[in-house]
């Protein structure tokens, strides 16, 4: 079956496993209501028809749309919004790895994409989304990045948007909302509860609502990332022997060879921060669809990382049960504090279906790894970007993740999203006087 360009088959509630065809619903199973999250299944024979890894290589557009017949538009080419998400880099991170014992380490930059975050990917595929189906304004709940990425690309696609952020959201993610010139309420109350606002008013008035999980291509977007890594690490150096490895940077035209591209290179693990739990799904989506095309030969394990404080997915994990328990949430990471993970069913089968684990990290290790990161990689990640990397540190320390593996940590969001952390992180700048002799006491190199 095919909807037009698309290569959708069809698609399937996650809990009771009932399929729809794409034009026969727009967000959930009509059945389970928010708890029937859809998945969304391609023809992968007619995938594999019209692309490959050796013509992907092959390809000049350097952002998520290279993998536009995977993804669920009719015609990205004029439904896209112009402003370039994804393909960020893939830095080989030995210097960092060898301290851990992990010198197969590598870090995927998301804080390099338009709005700062790994939420431009989804937000660009549901704006596409939204200008396909002709709707003419568009709606999320976000504790701050998806808020923040679906303001700027409906900005990019001069489509209105109203975003329903918690009060207590970090002023830099307030900003960006502004900004871009979305309509910003601000709600007395959680994420969680802002949530549900946006569902009634969607529903209400007509908008086409991003909410995560909720609108089945927003996981759609994410799996990019995995597409990347796995196609990325076709010529991104790994490990500490490696000539370029102390850069990381490597242009794909070095590391061409002469025979064609048949699969990608799937790392051992990854790891990522996890909140609602879509960013981890989309993950393993991506990886499904990989497998499900031959174009990787192994499923890495998934390592999923939450914040103590905000720890359902965990909890559920470490019971055996899919059945979320809510927490009351508090973690300096604000993008992954989340009392209610929208998506903790299908968060907690990733990890289980890839014999992956879920960590917890303090919010004093996640300050930690904010430090090690910009210290010894160069990259400037807000908390819960860098609570992937506590994750990792933590994975050594217990002997989880070995030396001879590959390891991909994931970084969701810049470190300029929320300054008052970075400040608490790094430390006070000392003030001097006019003075050399000031400066000669000051400095110590
Ligand atoms: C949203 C977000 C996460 C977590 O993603 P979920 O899909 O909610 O699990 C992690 N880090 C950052 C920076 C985010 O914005
Ligand atoms: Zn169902």
Redesign the pocket.
């Known amino acids: 079956m095919r909807d037009g360009n698309m290569h959708i088959a069809y698609l399937e509630c996650t809990l009771c496993g009932e399929r729809y065809s794409a034009d026969q619903v727009r967000y959930v199973c009509p059945k389970h209501g928010d708890q029937g999250i859809l998945d969304t299944i391609y023809d992968y024979k007619e995938i594999a028809a019209s692309t490959n890894p050796q013509l992907l290589s092959e390809s000049r557009d350097l952002s998520i749309w290279r993998y536009s017949e995977l993804l669920p538009l009719e015609n990205p080419r004029t439904s896209a919004p112009p402003l370039q998400v994804g393909w960020t880099p893939l830095y080989s991170a030995a210097r960092l790895g060898a301290k851990l014992g992990l010198p197969h380490l590598l870090i995927k930059d998301d804080g390099r994409n338009p709005t700062a ?3 431009d990917r989804a937000s660009a595929v549901v704006v596409a989304k939204a200008r396909e189906l002709g709707v003419e304004t568009i709606t999320t709940a976000s504790s701050g ?2 808020g923040a990425a679906l303001a700027g690309l409906a900005a990019a696609a001069q489509m209105p948007a109203v975003i329903f952020v918690p009060q207590t959201a970090p002023q830099a993610k307030v900003a960006q909302l502004l900004m871009f010139g979305a309509q910003v309420l601000l709600i007395k109350g959680t994420y969680d509860q802002a949530f549900d606002l946006c569902l009634a008013a969607s529903e209400e008035f007509g908008w086409y609502c991003r909410n ?1 999980a909720y609108n089945p291509y927003t996981v759609e977007g994410k799996k990019t990332a995995a597409f990347e890594i796995c196609e990325q690490l076709t010529f991104v150096p790994v490990g500490a022997k490696h000539p370029d490895s102390q850069s990381g940077v490597v242009t794909l035209e070095a590391q061409r060879t002469a025979s064609p591209l048949q699969k990608w290179r799937a790392p051992d693990r990854i790891f990522v ?8 799904s989309g993950l393993w989506k991506g990886l499904r669809d990989l497998s499900a095309l031959g174009w990787i030969d192994k499923m890495p394990r998934l390592m999923g990382v939450q914040a103590e404080g905000s720890a359902a997915c965990y909890n559920a994990w470490r019971a055996g049960t899919e059945q979320i328990a809510p927490v009351d949430a508090h973690t300096i990471a604000d ?2 504090s ?1 009392g209610l993970p929208r ?1 903790g069913r299908r968060a907690v089968r990733a990890v289980g279906a890839t014999n992956g684990a879920y960590l917890t990290v303090t919010d004093e290790e996640i300050l930690a790894a904010m430090r090690d990161l910009a210290r010894h990689a160069a990259v400037f990640a ?1 908390p ?2 860098a609570a992937a990397y506590a994750g990792v540190v933590k994975a050594a320390r217990e002997g989880l993740a070995k030396s001879d593996e590959t390891v991909v940590c994931l970084i ?2 810049n470190g300029l999203k929320d300054i008052a952390s970075a400040m608490k992180a790094a430390g006070e700048a000392r003030v001097i006087e006019l003075e050399l002799d000031e400066v000669r006491r000051a400095v110590k190199l």
């Open positions: 975050s790994f939420k990045n998806a995560t921060s996890v909140g609602d739990g879509n960013i981890i993008s992954i989340v998506d807000e819960a970007g969701t969001g």
